[in-house]
């Protein structure tokens, strides 16, 4: 059992890795998409400075906002190259070993039991922890009746037989047989004192089981809550993107109708840069609360 939560520990730190990575390469993905409008804004403030509609500060200002997105995606390969030697590290691989990252940061579906009270009962019957915590309960108090049991008189039954004479064929035979009661009375108070001492043993464990216990029933009710509150966040997150692209695309009609200088356009991209990064944290988020809840409920093993 103790092997197993070390392995449990060991799988989580991994998943953990895992996520890391996952996160560092979307992450990449949404810095060449900011890359891409970027490009595109700063090709459209040209073409406006250049035709006399716009000024040219507009362009000046386009030209920096898309130089600070291609630092930030250098930054981003650089993260991500890093999150993935680190997963190496972890799943005990060579350095440059390839790894194909399958998963993607979507919240998809959950084999577990997500109401509080449920996982908590679910978490007893699954935690490995608390399995050797019991277990080793359970042999303190198998220790306890075998010193009480030296209280129990004993009875031994010995016995042997043999052959002896001149010759083979007038051997005569002899027995004996001995039966043994021994009731123990007075041992100096040792048995006493063992019991004793047996007994606090056991109501140390006992408390160290009760405690594991409820560290355990609490977990996983935390895990299921931060679980359904992750999901909530990636929800909120989407939403929070499509309304900054949104207001790009409207910032972008504005801007190109000569109406609105590249300062909208700007501030707009840096919206949908935040809530692309926004959507990237909470679905890390719900990865994390994903590996966490598996961890709490004692199922690190089926996670996939």
Do not use: C, W
């Not at 730190?13 to 060449?32: D, I, K, P």
């Not at 403030?45 to 250049?50: K, N, P, T």
């Amino acid at each position: 059992m103790a092997a197993r939560a070390a392995g449990e520990i060991a799988g989580a730190t991994a998943g953990l890795a895992y996520l890391r990575a996952l996160s560092a390469v979307e992450t990449v993905r949404a810095r060449q998409a900011d890359s891409t409008i970027a490009a595109q804004l700063l090709d459209q403030a040209r073409q406006l400075v250049a035709a006399g509609v716009s000024p040219a500060i507009d362009a000046t200002r386009s030209e920096v906002s898309f130089a600070a997105v291609r630092t930030q995606l250098e930054v981003a390969r650089n993260a991500a190259d890093r999150a993935r030697l680190d997963l190496l590290r972890a799943l005990d691989l060579p350095s440059d070993a390839r790894v194909a990252l399958a998963d993607s940061l979507g919240t998809g579906t959950l084999d577990l039991p997500l109401d509080p009270d449920s996982a908590a009962a679910f978490a007893r019957t699954h935690r490995a922890e608390l399995a050797a915590e019991h277990a080793r309960t359970e042999a303190a108090h198998r220790s306890l009746g075998a010193i009480r049991a030296e209280y129990l008189p004993s009875l031994g039954l010995t016995g042997a037989y043999q052959q002896t004479g001149q010759e083979t064929g007038s051997l005569s035979g002899s027995y004996n047989v001995q039966l043994q009661l021994t009731v123990p009375i007075l041992d100096g108070f040792r048995r006493q004192n063992r019991v004793k001492e047996q007994n606090l043993r056991v109501s140390v464990q006992e408390i160290r089981e009760h405690d594991l216990v409820n560290q355990v029933e609490t977990e996983a009710r935390q895990a299921v809550l931060d679980l359904a509150s992750a999901r909530q966040q990636v929800a909120i997150a989407g939403e929070r993107l499509h309304l900054a692209e949104q207001e790009l695309s409207q910032a972008q009609q504005r801007f190109q109708a000569g109406v609105a200088g590249s300062v909208e356009t700007t501030n707009a991209q840096s919206s949908v840069i935040a809530a692309r990064d926004a959507l990237i944290q909470a679905r890390v988020n719900f990865g994390t609360a994903r590996v966490g809840a598996y961890r709490a409920l004692g199922v690190i093993d089926q996670l996939h």
